[in-house]
């Protein structure tokens, strides 16, 4: 129900930024958060931003490189992506958390109902 786009091939120290586009009736009371998962990997929680925007949470490997934000005119979230690295890349998930009004976001997957397809980021060294 959810669909991530905007992922691709970057170079190292460049940007790219990701979308994931909510269903309406969701969007406006869950939390959404971004995982990611490398070959071989764990999936792992990226960042994620509250219900109604007011907090956004991040892992300490991408903090101060990453941003979060929401478009509410369009159910849309965004990953905002600087200063990319090579250990980056990964298929990056949005997924939507599991209780409605939470300003949380929680790092496990399991706590998150919804999930898109994934969108692919490659950075090259």
């Known amino acids: 129900q959810l669909q991530a786009s905007g992922g691709g091939l970057a170079q190292a120290g460049g940007f790219l930024r990701l979308s994931c586009v909510v269903p309406?009736?969701?969007?406006?009371?869950?939390?959404t958060g971004w995982f990611r998962q490398a070959p071989g990997k764990e999936r792992e929680f990226v960042g994620g931003?509250?219900?109604?925007?007011?907090?956004?949470y991040y892992a300490d490997s991408v903090k101060g490189r990453f941003t979060i934000s929401r478009d509410n005119a369009k159910n849309t979230v965004y990953l905002q992506m600087n200063s990319l690295k090579p250990e980056d890349t990964a298929v990056y998930y949005c997924a939507t958390e599991g209780i409605a009004g939470s300003s949380w976001c929680p790092a496990t997957a399991y706590e998150y109902d919804y999930w898109g397809q994934g969108t692919q980021v490659t950075v090259s060294s």
């Open positions: 931003i509250s219900w109604n925007g007011g907090r956004t």
């Open positions: 309406e009736r969701i969007f406006r009371s869950y939390a």
